[in-house]
């Protein structure tokens, strides 16, 4: 049976479209990936941050070098004491002010996520370490956040509280600080900052302004996988070891 040149041509155009179109969807799969990726890079290009744009998967990948560069915590009000010691000095009630005491009501009984540092109102707040980048930002005074909460029986939900003006910087090691009731917010989304850097001042917006309490700075630190953990735990390492953090990251390639 002979093919008809007419055939030829359908399956070469068939082809042609074929190739065109994967082409087309290709390009598109690119610029969407190149959109979602930001790069940061560090002096002397010790530290990459490969990040999608919702700082939902970031990727780090940096050198030991940075790590022992960078891996000092400091404090929120840029004194040179160690964290326990700033727990010590700013905690008003030892207890209800404290990692993980309990909060809400019976019905929707949750843990408090942080601690409250008592300083004066409008104090200037900065990064914990000399890199960060600013991931979450409100300027909103009634500012709500999500937080996971127990109902009678154990069932687990969530309930929103008034966080107040909120500003979440992430930091190499994938940690996160979340500072909230600021009275006001200096950093803009994705801006890197260091430890010069005044993240905002302390004050009394969200849920404190009616509780009776005097302007404090709720400060959360997260995991990774957006756990919130007591400060004390994780700001107890003082020796510098390189080998403590690349054994403890990790590094989400997707
Ligand atoms: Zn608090």
């Known amino acids: 049976m002979r093919i008809k040149t007419s055939h030829i041509r359908i399956v070469i155009l068939i082809a042609l479209l074929v190739v065109v179109i994967s082409d087309f969807f290709y390009i598109k799969y690119l610029e969407k990936k190149i959109n979602n990726t930001n790069i940061f890079s560090c002096e002397s290009d010790s530290l990459i ?37 700033l727990i010590k000095k700013y905690i008003r009630n030892r207890w209800a002010d404290h990692y993980g005491c309990v909060r809400g009501t019976r019905e929707k009984k949750r843990i408090h996520e942080g601690i409250d540092l008592y300083v004066p109102e409008n104090t200037p707040v900065f990064p914990l370490s000399n890199f960060g980048i600013v991931t979450e930002v409100s300027d909103n005074p009634h500012y709500m956040v999500l937080v996971e909460c127990e109902k009678p029986g154990g069932i687990i939900d969530s309930v929103k509280i008034e966080y107040g003006k909120t500003v979440r910087i992430l930091y190499p090691e ?45 400060l959360e630190l997260r995991d990774s996988k957006n756990r919130s953990f007591d400060p004390r735990n994780r700001l107890r390492f003082n020796q510098i070891s390189a080998e403590y953090f690349l054994q403890h990251i990790s590094i989400d390639t997707k």
């Open 49 to 85: 941050v490969l990040s999608s744009s919702d700082f939902k998967k970031p990727v780090y990948a940096f050198t030991a070098d940075f790590i022992d560069t960078f891996y000092r915590y400091e404090s929120p009000f840029k004194e040179k004491i160690e964290f326990d010691e």
């Open 174 to 218: 994938g940690i996160a600080s979340i500072y909230t009731h600021l009275n006001e917010v200096f950093v803009e989304i994705n801006q890197k900052v260091d430890k010069n850097t005044v993240v905002g001042l302390t004050g009394l917006t969200g849920n404190i302004r009616n509780s009776g309490k005097p302007s404090h700075l709720h």
